[in-house]
């Protein structure tokens, strides 16, 4: 049984994004597209690359951890468990969030990943909320990580221009002002996955030369298709928190969305009713990052946040996964 008195709340926020960058103008010279197509059908201007092949995804969740604990000065040893949402693990085998609690000294944490493409961090701040209240774990670092890169073939102009790399993280613990995550709404459809996937590499299509040379390995998607359920899912998700919550579009102070595509943000906000100027977005500097999109909005905004500000998240992803959740921010930066 969950105890309703108690609430899991974020405490430390920490971000990563690669220092390199490719902007739009680097993708006119490598496939045929234009800066003007790119900001007006998603709003994304440049997006950050790790170039180098030893900077894998588990090295972007190292440092967003890192940042964080440096920041809120945490005893890694004191972490319970680690959980990386991501779909681009170093390796299908062994995960990754095991090799991050050990470089980042959690030496008494278990580590799992979550598999949820872009819904990931929406998931697992559900998952980690409901271990702290029900008392098993306390501490729980929580990463959104993707090296999308990696899985982006940059001669197909309809899916390299939306992705990026990076990660942020959070640190979820036991709320002590009665400030934090209050509920959510999450929901899947597996018959979501012919429309975006990445084929090959998993037991149902083993790489051979086969799958390697139709481009298995690359993430492909139905973009026309996965807009549409965008928008709807998350529309509807987020009117049942809204629902659930006695939430208005007025007394929702930030809307956090997962940052898919400006035309996905806008046409969500509009269905939700929510002022412009209450939904955050970073798109334009790193793209869609899938799990990372939305702690790296957590990140950027961190500063503009006050102990209790109402905040609604929503996201969608492959699978299809989507949901929305509502969150009391826990603290202000400054004290
Ligand atoms: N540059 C120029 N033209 C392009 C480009 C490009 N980069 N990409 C596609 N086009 C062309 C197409 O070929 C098409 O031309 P045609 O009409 O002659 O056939 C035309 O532009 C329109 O193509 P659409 O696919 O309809 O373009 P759309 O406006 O839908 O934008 C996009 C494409 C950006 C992919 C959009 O559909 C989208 O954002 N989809 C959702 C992405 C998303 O949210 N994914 C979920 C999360 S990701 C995850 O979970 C891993």
Request: net charge neutral; with cysteine; hydrophobic share 40%.
């Amino acid at each position: 049984m969950l105890n309703q008195a108690v609430k899991a709340a974020i405490t430390a926020v920490g971000s990563y994004v690669p220092k390199e960058t490719l902007t739009n103008q680097d993708l006119e010279r490598m496939v045929d597209t234009s800066d003007e197509w790119i900001q007006s059908r998603t709003g994304i201007v440049q997006r950050h690359i790790a170039k180098n092949p030893l900077h894998p995804t588990s090295y972007l969740a190292i440092e967003a951890a890192k940042n964080l604990i440096q920041k809120k000065n945490v005893d890694p040893s004191s972490i319970d468990l680690v959980l990386v949402a991501t779909i681009t693990p170093d390796m299908n085998i062994a995960a990754t969030a095991p090799y991050v609690a050990t470089q980042i000294g959690a030496s008494n944490a278990f580590a799992f990943d979550l598999q949820a493409a872009c819904s990931g961090f929406l998931y697992g701040m559900s998952v980690a909320s409901a271990y702290i209240r029900s008392g098993q774990y306390k501490k729980i670092l929580l990463i959104g990580a993707d090296k999308m890169s990696s899985i982006v073939d940059y001669s197909d102009r309809k899916t390299c221009v939306i992705f990026g790399d990076g990660a942020g993280a959070v640190l979820m613990e036991k709320s002590t002002n009665g400030f934090g995550y209050e509920n959510d709404f999450l929901r899947s459809d597996g018959s979501g996955r012919e429309f975006l996937y990445m084929k090959s590499g998993g037991s149902l299509h083993p790489i051979n030369a086969t799958t390697f040379a139709e481009g298995g390995h690359y993430l492909k998607q139905e973009g026309r298709t996965v807009f549409k359920y965008a928008v709807q899912n998350m529309s509807l998700a987020a009117k049942e928190v809204m629902k659930k919550n006695n939430l208005t579009s007025e007394s929702i102070d930030y809307l956090v969305p997962h940052q898919a595509n400006q035309r996905i943000l806008e046409a969500t906000r509009k269905n939700i009713g929510i002022e412009d100027k209450k939904v955050l977005m970073n798109i334009q500097k790193y793209g869609n990052t899938t799990a990372a999109t939305l702690p790296l909005v957590l990140a950027d905004y961190e500063s503009t946040f006050k102990a209790g500000d109402k905040i609604l998240f929503a996201a969608f992803g492959g699978g299809f996964t989507w949901g929305a959740a509502y969150l009391t921010w826990n603290y202000d930066q400054s004290t």
